[in-house]
């Protein structure tokens, strides 16, 4: 077994690493945001194929939840996005508070 601790081989993370990923995220929701709204725009104007009450509940059901899942994955890398943004504006000024500092 090593007893080496597993933040030894890490790297500080950098300002940019971080805009660079919050880029590739925004890129990844502007692609599911336009998905999204491509899936639910077929989903209202495609007629419900059955009469029958139980065929209608289910399908309605699948509607519901194809796009409630493409919503939450939208908003799932919005939110990673921002987060990375604001994770690397954190490290900047607490780079830039450090060299005040000394």
């Known amino acids: 077994m ?6 030894s081989d890490r790297k ?26 491509s899936i639910t725009g077929t989903l ?3 007629p419900l194929p059955s009469t029958t009450a139980a065929s209608l509940r289910i399908a309605i059901a699948v509607r519901t939840l194809v796009a409630g899942l493409a919503t939450l994955a939208t908003a799932v890398f919005a939110i990673a996005a921002i987060g990375l943004i604001a994770l ?5 000024l607490s780079k830039k508070e450090q060299n005040n500092c000394l």
Not at 14 to 23: R, V
Request: net charge negative; charged share 0%.
């Open 2 to 7: 090593s007893d080496s601790s597993p933040t």
């Open 12 to 37: 500080p993370v950098t300002p940019l690493q971080c805009l660079i990923g919050s880029s590739i995220a925004a890129g990844f929701a502007t692609l599911l945001y336009l998905l999204t709204t």
């Open 44 to 46: 209202a104007h495609t």
């Open 88 to 92: 690397g504006i954190q490290i900047a």
